[in-house]
């Protein structure tokens, strides 16, 4: 039934529209008291009040169960399974007498007995995701007070429905957490109405009356644009005697179709009549698409191939847990959106429909699914969900599937049910299943990915890279999506999964709990806290790509674009240049500044092409360091911005007063002297030990050390153990051997004093050139011939006498080997933070890998050490990024401050580094290295 409108009454006459009276709340901010009785758990045993709708458990009631815990269970004594009592009063408007008149419930979870005026209602609803309705026109009081009164069940008296809904990985809640309304409407009405309109015009409405009617009625229709003009006029057919269903057809010239690029809506007002007078009116958005399954090819919109680039979606808020207002949904379609992404699975049951409604609105592709996460429903229970998700749902253009049930918890009797209720006939998936030609395998490693794509199905894998904490997701992506995206029979992937399912916890206090691993998977945080892999999936999925991205701005401003948008010209796209300076390291600010800007129109570039964008190079300004470009969508939206560096910026501060340096030498040290300021360095090891001003010291030494890193299963020549003891892959050992010292001297060279060490190992030879200007800078070389996961030299430096650091480079978000996109190049800042992933979220992350970069400056309690690198393609380590406290993805030795030719890849949470594509694997290296690095220190 439409309910997108409400009207009041119109004095003197019926009412031909459906009025809406909401009982509860519409979302977690405007809750309606009802009085509340618990059961078990916390406040239970006493009636009390409780806001509707809700999750019980985040009013403090009950207690909490994360569903897999009892993974196949039909019951457990550790699974809570208290009841929840509602009572409420309300109004029946006495101008609805001779209204039919019905409760509508968007959700409860689990079991639902509905009482009115003491009366039920209706039979037992069993299943917690779905809408359900009871006609309660007999047991109303018109212009009196009536009682509802609810008995929710968390578990459920059907074992099916435990098993498909509350044994799953994410959090059971309980209660009425979607809104409660009554509806009224003239007792002729039309019930329901099944929308199936084609992109070539034809359009084709199923409507459905409440009962079958008599002689004399029939129904009307006329289409409309979202800006109010018509485009049917009226078009009107009899209702067969003593049916319930009618079939009313059109076929406008000229329509505008629905994609999720351009996501066109109408609007189509029936009218149901008799003898000539309208007695009942509904309307429906709705939009003009044509999809389908070339089997053995590929998706099709509308004539036009395309690709499903999108993720896994939980209905979810911290405080509310799956109760959500609004503006919240629509606020995550746009945040997918701002990804780049397409596309939507509704893991792992029907969203709110507002969701949808945004999905329409501002175009996102959707899989809608049925519940049923490994366990399913039986078939009694099943068709009548089936029923109640198909008929809510049918006309949004946006849905493209249905899925019934996640990874064997389908129950193959339903899978001819949805299109009992469908007349679009949407495709039946299995996610983790090849049904329908489409083969939706979940978690294949690169290597089995190639091996589905040679199948004669189309493989469109409904997980892939699954999240987990700074794993997967945006690592590993670049070289799934190049080997999918060109392949001619893939449909595109999604990943897993959008944002973390983080339950503040109010019998802990508030504290946020992802349940250990299992519900910290996301791209960004349970507040929508962004992660790196945001940026790099928001770069990788980008539908204007530059071809000739290099180091350097292409000649003559010509840079050869990409279009893989499905249906935009990137004529309908513009583009923002920004030529900018950076500012220097002493400044007070991070960022840099504007000095010229200009704007492009896109080139005529139709959709899976490829042509010229012209850049006018004469209004580039002299002076400038880095240009930035912005591709903007047809709504200004951002897509993409790409720099390039313009000027080396070796801008490093040096001290006013020139001062020459001498040497002392003691038996254990050389000491380099300048004015106040020592720079120590050890006999026995050649190595920088600290800097000294006074009594003040900057601890910043023992090095440069050599390191290197491989992973504990990995043997020297590459090829991993595969008898290794479980979790061996996620650990690495230092294979950083030993460098002797062999010859160690200092002398004054001009105005400088050289300090040299020559090693025998892999450290070759380190050189250090103090100058009166206050730099040093160190030329130093090693050679290791072997493969790494890891490698470069560091310096040690004490973490807890960090403030800040601030960086010319890529950033702000560190980089994985398998993970270098989603950065840009800027002069960054952020303090220190030390964040626990999946407990707490703070980003960007501190510390971890960086690059490439120009210089890093560090603030600590000692004073400030500026390093810069002449170097254009290496990285900085600050310490050592923290794993999780189940170290599932990695576990480091120990570094400070490094930098480094070879950072390590990161797995995700079921396949490590060496199945997920090339720019995971380890590196064979071999030959001489060597790096020229420039410091600068100032003490506290």
């Known amino acids: 039934m439409g309910l997108l409108f409400m009207s009041p009454a119109v004095p003197g006459q019926e009412n031909p529209e ?102 039920k209602a209706g039979p037992l609803h069993q299943g917690g995701f779905y809408r359900f309705s009871y006609d309660i026109s007999n047991l109303v009081r018109f212009g009196e007070k009536n009682l509802l009164e609810v008995t929710v069940s968390k578990e459920s008296e059907n074992a099916s429905v435990n098993l498909a809904e509350r044994r799953g990985d994410y959090w059971n809640f309980g209660g009425i957490f979607r809104p409660v309304f009554l509806t009224s409407f003239p007792p002729h009405y039309i019930g329901r109405v099944a929308l199936d309109a084609q992109a070539d015009g034809r359009f084709r409405a199923e409507v459905f009356t409440g009962e079958a009617l008599d002689d004399g009625f029939s129904v009307s229709a006329q289409i409309n644009d979202m800006q109010g003009n018509t485009i049917v006029e009226t078009f009107e057919e009899l209702i067969p005697r003593g049916s319930d269903r009618v079939v009313l057809t059109a076929h406008p010239a000229h329509v505008r179709t629905w994609n999720a690029e351009t996501p066109h809506l109408y609007r189509v007002t029936f009218a149901l009549k008799r003898e000539g007078k309208t007695i009942h009116t509904v309307t429906e958005r709705f939009g003009f698409r044509t999809f389908e399954i070339r089997k053995g090819d590929g998706f099709y919109l509308n004539g036009q191939r395309i690709l499903l680039k999108g993720v896994n979606r939980h209905t979810f808020r911290p405080e509310s847990g799956r109760t959500l207002s609004r503006e919240q949904n629509y606020a995550d379609v746009r945040l997918i959106r701002e990804m780049n992404m397409n596309t939507v699975r509704m893991s792992h049951y029907p969203p709110d429909v507002t969701f949808l409604d945004a999905c329409d609105e501002l175009g996102l592709y959707v899989l809608d699914e049925l519940a049923g996460w490994h366990g399913k429903y039986d078939a009694g229970v099943g068709r009548k969900l089936v029923e109640e998700m198909v008929v809510r749902d049918v006309n949004h253009p946006s849905i493209l599937f249905w899925d019934n049930g996640n990874e064997g918890g389908w129950n193959e009797e339903l899978d001819d049910e949805f299109a009992c209720w469908d007349p679009q006939k949407r495709p039946v998936l299995h996610p983790q299943q090849d049904l329908n030609g489409v083969e939706t395998m979940h978690y294949r490693s690169y290597g089995e990915t190639q091996e589905y794509l040679r199948g004669r199905d189309i493989f469109f894998p409904t997980e892939i890279l699954h999240g987990l ?21 893939c449909g595109g992937g999604l990943l897993w999964v959008f944002s973390d399912e983080g339950v503040v916890r109010t019998d802990q206090g508030g504290r946020i709990d992802n349940d250990g691993n299992h519900g910290a998977d996301g791209i960004v945080g349970p507040h929508h806290e962004k992660e790196g892999s945001f940026f790099a999936i928001k770069e990788i999925w980008s539908p204007v790509v530059l071809l000739n991205k290099s180091d350097s701005v292409p000649a003559h401003g010509e840079f050869l674009v990409e279009n893989r948008y499905d249906f935009v010209n990137l004529r309908e796209c513009s583009f923002v240049w920004k030529a900018a300076r950076f500012r220097a390291p002493g400044d007070g600010e991070a960022g840099h500044t504007l000095v010229a800007e200009g704007s492009m129109e896109g080139p005529d570039v139709p959709p899976h092409g490829k042509g010229i964008l012209k850049m006018d ?132 060279e001009m105005e400088n004093v050289v300090v040299a060490a020559d090693y025998s190992g892999v450290l070759n030879r380190v050189r250090w050139i103090i100058a009166p200007d206050g730099t040093l800078q160190l030329d130093y070389s090693y050679r290791y011939d072997g493969v790494v996961e890891l490698m470069g030299i560091t310096f040690q430096y004490p973490e807890e006498k960090v403030i800040s650091k601030k960086w010319l480079g890529a950033g702000p978000y560190r980089v994985w080997q398998n993970r270098l996109q989603g950065t840009c190049s800027d002069v960054w ?103 020229t690095l420039r410091f600068h220190f100032n003490l506290h």
């Open 829 to 931: 800042e952020n303090q220190y933070n030390d964040p626990v992933p999946g407990e707490t979220f703070v980003y960007p992350e501190f510390k971890g890998y960086f690059g490439p970069w120009r210089w890093v400056q560090l603030e600590t309690t000692e004073g400030r050490i500026l390093m810069a690198t002449e170097k254009e393609d290496s990285y900085f380590g600050i310490f050592t990024p923290r794993d999780g406290r189940d170290a599932l993805l990695y576990t480091f030795p120990e570094t400070a401050v490094s930098v480094l030719e070879v950072i390590p890849a990161v797995r995700n949470k079921v396949n490590t580094t060496d199945l997920v594509g090339p720019s995971s694997r380890a590196q064979h290296v071999s030959g001489v290295q060597s790096g």
């Open 469 to 489: 904490y700074d794993g997967g997701l945006g690592a590993g992506l670049h070289d799934y999506w190049e080997m999918m995206r060109t392949h001619p029979r």
């Open 18 to 119: 459906t009025e809406i009276v909401y009982l509860s709340g519409t979302g977690p901010d405007d809750g309606v008291e009802w009085d509340f009785f618990c059961t078990a758990g916390r406040q239970s045993g006493m009636w009390t009040t409780i806001k509707v709708p809700s999750c019980w458990e985040q009013q403090g009631f009950g207690a909490y169960t994360y569903g897999v815990n009892f993974y196949g269970k039909v019951s457990d004594p550790g699974i809570s399974a208290e009841q929840g009592m509602y009572k409420t009063r309300f109004d029946v408007p006495a101008r609805w007498q001779g209204r039919r008149v019905k409760i509508v419930f968007d959700g409860v979870m689990t079991d639902a007995r509905v009482l009115v005026n003491g009366q």
């Open 617 to 748: 190079m004469k209004g580039m300004p002299a002076g400038a360091d880095v240009l930035y470009l912005t591709a903007l969508d047809p709504g200004d939206c951002e897509l993409w911005t790409w720099s390039w560096l313009l000027s080396g910026d070796k801008r490093i501060p040096a001290d006013r007063k020139r001062i020459a340096p001498d040497i002392l030498e003691t038996e254990d040290e050389v000491v380099v002297r300048r004015g106040g300021r020592e720079i120590h360095f050890s006999r026995k090891t050649g190595e920088l030990s600290h800097i000294a001003e006074g009594a003040k010291v900057l601890s910043f030494g023992n090095g440069p050390r050599f390191v290197a890193f491989r992973r504990s299963d990995r043997h020297p020549d590459g090829w991993v153990d595969t008898e290794a003891p479980t979790g061996v892959d996620r650990t690495y050992r230092d294979i950083s051997g030993e460098s002797r010292l062999t010859r160690f001297h200092a002398t004054k």
